[in-house]
C-alpha cells in the first residue's frame, strides 16, 4: 500500500470537511447531541476516504459513519444529531456514539500506521479532539471492561468485546475487531491529548 491514499492535494487536518457525498444513505434517524458519549474509532477496509464516502451514499450501503478520513482529506457523511449504522452493539453504540472511519485496514501493523499513514492518524486525531470537546466528551480511552458504563473514546474492537460480554447469546453478531490489533492506540491518544490541548 502506498503512502498516498488520495491524489489530491493535502488539506489542513483543521479543514472542513468535504461534504459532496452528504448525507450518508443509511441511518436511523436523530437524535440529540447531549446524547453523545463516545468518540467510535474505525478502519475503513478501504484505501480512501472518498471510496467509504462514496460507498455510504449508496443504497447498497451496509452502514455509514460520521466521518471518512485519510493521509489527504476529511468527508462528513452524517450530520452530528444523526444516528449512523457504525458498529452492532448490546448497548447503544451508534445513538450514543460519533463514529469516525479511517482508511486504511485491520491487517495494517503498528508500522504501516505509524510509517506510511501518521496524517491519517493525526486527520482522525484532530477531529476526535475537535468533537470531544464539542460533546463534553473527556478525552481518556475507554476499554471494553468499561463500557457502556465510563464517557470517552473507543474503537469498534472495543465496542464489540463489551457486546458479547452482555449479550453472548447474540455474540455471533458482534465479531468487529477494527481498527484493528496493530492500530496504535497510545500513538494515537498522544495526538488527541495535544490536539485538544490546543482546541
Known amino acids: 500500500m502506498s503512502g498516498t491514499t488520495n491524489t ?3 488539506s489542513p487536518i483543521t479543514a472542513v470537511c468535504d461534504r459532496t457525498y452528504f448525507p450518508a444513505y443509511r441511518h436511523s434517524g436523530r437524535r440529540e447531541t447531549s446524547e453523545i458519549k463516545w468518540v467510535i474509532l474505525h478502519d475503513e477496509e478501504a484505501p480512501t476516504a472518498e471510496s467509504a464516502a462514496r460507498y455510504f451514499k449508496t443504497s447498497s450501503a451496509g452502514g455509514s459513519a460520521h466521518l471518512c478520513v485519510d493521509d489527504t482529506k476529511c468527508f462528513r457523511c452524517l450530520p452530528n444529531d444523526a444516528i449512523p449504522w457504525g458498529a452492532a ?3 447503544g453504540a451508534n445513538t450514543a456514539g460519533f463514529h469516525i472511519e479511517q482508511a486504511g485496514y485491520a491487517r495494517w501493523t503498528g508500522a504501516v500506521w505509524r510509517g506510511k499513514h501518521m496524517r ?3 486527520r482522525a ?3 476526535t479532539a475537535l468533537h470531544c470537546k464539542l460533546f463534553k466528551i473527556p ?3 475507554v476499554t471494553a471492561d468499561h463500557l457502556p458504563y465510563k464517557k470517552g473514546i473507543t474503537t469498534h474492537a472495543e465496542v464489540s468485546k463489551a457486546s458479547r460480554r452482555l449479550d453472548p447469546a447474540h455474540a455471533w453478531q458482534y465479531t468487529h475487531h477494527d481498527p484493528g490489533f496493530g492500530w496504535p492506540r497510545r500513538l ?3 495526538r488527541v491529548n495535544a490536539y ?3 482546541l
Open 125 to 127: 486525531a484532530y477531529k
Open 188 to 190: 494515537f491518544m498522544q
Open 139 to 141: 478525552v481518556q480511552f
Open 196 to 198: 485538544y490541548a490546543e
Open 120 to 122: 491519517t492518524l493525526n
Open 8 to 10: 489530491s492535494a493535502v
Open 89 to 91: 452493539s448490546a448497548f
